[in-house]
């Protein structure tokens, strides 16, 4: 099993920025197509971001464009997530997922935005952001 570990959440201002964190397990990060997303209490799983195993194919939620930044660094096994400019609304826990199995090169915006197509999920990290 892949293993994924988040970290970096926390209590911000608004306006605030905060970096989550997620380093994988294995030897074949480079293969993995990663996400993140986050969800409130009494909410659905949403999509936030992710970045395929091309680096340069990266996709955002239109609710966090502009502000939300996904990175990915092979060498280190790991994922991150710069938020910036955050709101009340973004509080949640964030989750790290990765795509371990058969995962594209680069497909459509829906693929990457679907739940189902990711193997393997962390346990979450909160991030509160207070007005």
């Known amino acids: 099993q892949v293993q994924l570990v988040e970290s970096g959440g926390g209590l911000v201002q608004a306006g605030g920025s905060l970096r989550l964190s997620c380093v994988a397990s294995?030897?074949?990060?480079?293969?993995?197509?990663m996400g993140w997303f986050r969800q409130a209490p009494g909410k659905e799983r949403e999509f936030v971001a992710a970045?395929?195993?091309?680096?340069?194919?990266?996709f955002h939620a239109d609710s966090v464009k502009g502000r939300f930044t996904i990175s990915r660094d092979n060498a280190k096994n790991s994922v991150y997530l710069q938020m910036n400019s955050l709101k009340p609304e973004d509080t949640a826990v964030y989750y790290c997922?990765?795509?371990?199995?058969?995962?594209?090169?680069?497909?459509?915006?829906?693929?990457?935005?679907?739940?189902?197509?990711?193997?393997?999920w962390g346990q979450g990290t909160q991030v509160t952001v207070s007005s």
């Open positions: 997922a990765a795509d371990v199995e058969n995962a594209p090169l680069y497909s459509s915006r829906g693929y990457y935005t679907r739940l189902g197509e990711y193997d393997y």
């Open positions: 294995g030897r074949i990060f480079s293969s993995y197509g």
């Open positions: 970045i395929s195993r091309n680096p340069s194919i990266t």
